[in-house]
């Protein structure tokens, strides 16, 4: 496994051309953006953690018919540091690194003790964001940085604490119609309290043309939820929205302010900060995006860990939602490389299964409801909302499905009612084996795999003018534990889930986690020398197929 995992892989500067079996559709054009940990082992240190790994880009630029493929390592601060001191220097998730401390590579960087939170590292080893005209690699800490998306270089590092005061964000951002931002972050103990920030980044400045007027200059809070506990707020990696709502789930799955404080001293890492509750209720908060404040009810569920939300959307009154959801924090744990890469299938196992589930938060509450009563009038589910006696609301879910994660969907229909979902089959080990295509309507399902066959998470593409919410393409990198088997693009027709088109390459990639497809035919995947700048393109207010 360590094919998969641990072993550091060789970035492909020069674009190379795919091998494509099957016909690409001639509509498909643009680059397929994706990001993921690459490099594991720095000289003689290793990371601990698969999350830790330094962020490799990549790209597939799919233009009439043909593939280019490259990939990069992103030269963030963290990856300089490291690759110059020939060592790990830099602290991620599950690796505490002692640098060299006559040398400052970040700003506040050592000075631990003086600061109840410590400078994080900017290696955004996450997700690719859309901000206007440009493009972003993220993790979860302040730090984002900005790519070239066509050369895969690296740009300006962004620090989200000059624009809205948050010490953590999430690589999960939301997009409207017009590509504007909706984000959540964490802000710690700042003037005395730790909430969670709702923010939001215009798509485009009014004077964007102007040079260096980046969008997030325009970065405005939309609204604070003050954590209910000030020194262990809740750990979140993506948060729902519909229509008029924003959902949030305060799980009990919380960082120890604390305990972060002091674990450079201690000699742990930020992961042992992290400890799951199982005592404690998840607290539903429902953000009305019109008044910009959380709405008067208070709704909680049982203790779960959710890491992606899929969608939510608004029906009867009622806002129904979707997650992946765990009975405890024991993922993060199975990705320790040590679990990892021995005896992967006894080490690897899940204690905890995802499961999909289906919330449902009544919107109108009616004051004489009688106290045990369902809320919830839906016909389309079962899940429950229970009057409790001091005005609370119990929620449960309905159990949609057992054993998938990456969830994507049609994102046209994001906050809005939809019924495909599209993601990695999971079978009770972390990494997944197969694609699913899952019909909330009908509850059946329908997959692609192959024998040795690693998919990453599959990213939906609607074909020009689609009418169903399933016309389109997924498309997936697969990489192959068989040596012989070259990785490839996979192009799935959405609908049948049968195989449009694959496109080899030649060359050593790696499991990556996110990404996103920036449609348009305008960049020449063979004739951009890696140092170019990108072209200026005409902003067309379109939002990325996140
Ligand atoms: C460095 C660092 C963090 C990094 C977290 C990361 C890198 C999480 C990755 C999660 C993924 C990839 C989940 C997939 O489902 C924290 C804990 C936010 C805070 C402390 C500093
Ligand atoms: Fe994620």
Redesign the pocket.
């Known amino acids: 496994m360590d094919v998969l995992f641990g072993r550091n892989k060789k970035e492909q500067l020069e674009p190379v051309r795919a091998t494509v079996t099957g016909k690409i559709p001639t509509w498909l054009q643009g680059t397929l953006l994706r990001n993921g ?1 690459g490099m594991h082992t720095v000289g003689e240190t290793s990371y601990n953690h ?3 790994g330094l962020a490799l880009l990549h790209s597939f630029a799919i233009k009439d018919g043909e593939v280019y493929y490259r990939s990069k390592y992103l030269r963030s601060d963290t990856y300089n540091a490291n690759i110059e001191a020939n060592r790990i220097v830099v ?3 599950g690796t505490m690194a002692y640098p060299d401390p006559c040398k400052n590579i970040f700003s506040k960087a050592f000075s631990y003790l003086s600061h109840t939170i410590p400078d ?2 900017d ?1 955004c ?2 997700n690719i964001m859309k901000c206007g005209e440009d493009f972003y690699a993220t ?3 302040n730090y984002i940085r900005k790519i070239n998306p066509q050369t895969l270089e690296t740009l300006e590092k962004v620090d989200y604490r000059k624009y809205v005061a948050v ?2 964000a999430t ?1 999960h951002p939301h997009y409207d119609e017009a590509g504007n931002i909706l984000n959540m972050g964490t802000s710690i103990v700042d003037k005395g309290k730790t909430k969670y920030v709702i923010f939001k980044i215009p798509a485009a400045a009014p004077d964007a043309r102007k040079k260096g007027t980046s969008p997030l200059k325009r970065t405005e809070v939309y609204c604070s939820i003050p954590s209910h506990s000030l020194l262990s707020p809740s ?1 979140y ?1 993506s948060f729902g929205i519909t229509k008029n709502y924003v959902i949030f789930l305060e799980q009990p799955f919380r ?1 120890d302010i604390l305990k ?1 404080a002091t674990a450079y001293i201690r000699g742990v890492n ?2 042992s ?2 400890a799951f509750h199982g005592e404690d209720k998840t607290y539903i908060h429902i953000i009305d995006q019109r008044t910009r404040k959380p709405v008067q009810m208070k709704f909680y569920t049982d203790p779960m860990v959710v ?2 939300h899929v969608n939510a959307y608004e029906e009867d009154g009622c806002i129904l939602f979707d997650v992946v959801a765990y009975e405890d924090n024991s ?2 744990q199975l ?1 320790y490389l040590a679990n990892l890469n021995q005896n992967f299938n006894e080490h690897s196992r899940l204690t905890s299964f995802p499961t999909l589930r289906r919330f449902a938060v009544p919107l109108h509450v009616d004051k004489n409801a009688e106290v045990g009563s369902n809320l919830i009038k839906v016909a389309s589910t079962t899940a429950t909302a229970l009057k409790e006696k001091d005005d609370q609301i119990y929620c449960q879910p309905e159990l949609l499905f057992e054993g998938l ?2 969830p994507r969907i049609n994102y046209a229909h994001n906050g809005k009612p939809y019924r495909y979902i599209f993601a990695a089959e999971v079978e009770w080990s972390p990494v997944p084996t197969k694609i699913i295509k899952y019909d909330i309507l009908t509850k059946s399902s329908i997959r692609w795999g192959e024998e040795n066959c690693w998919p990453a998470e599959p990213l939906f593409v609607p074909t020009p003018g689609a009418k169903d919410e399933d016309d389109g393409v997924i498309l997936s990198t697969v990489i192959s534990t068989d040596p012989q088997k070259q990785p490839f693009l996979l192009i799935l027709d959405a609908k049948s889930f049968t195989e449009v088109a694959r496109a080899f390459v030649d060359v050593d990639m790696h499991l990556d ?2 990404g996103i497809f920036i449609p348009g035919a305008d960049w020449d995947a063979r004739k951009q020398a890696p140092s170019q700048k990108p072209r200026d393109r005409d902003s067309d207010g379109v939002a990325p197929q996140t």
């Open positions: 940990p698969w999350f830790d602290s991620e998730f994080f590292t290696n080893l996450i993790t979860e800490t010490n953590l690589s750990y990696h960082l972060m930020w992961a900060c992290l890491f992606h993922l993060y990705f994660e990456l986690l996110h």
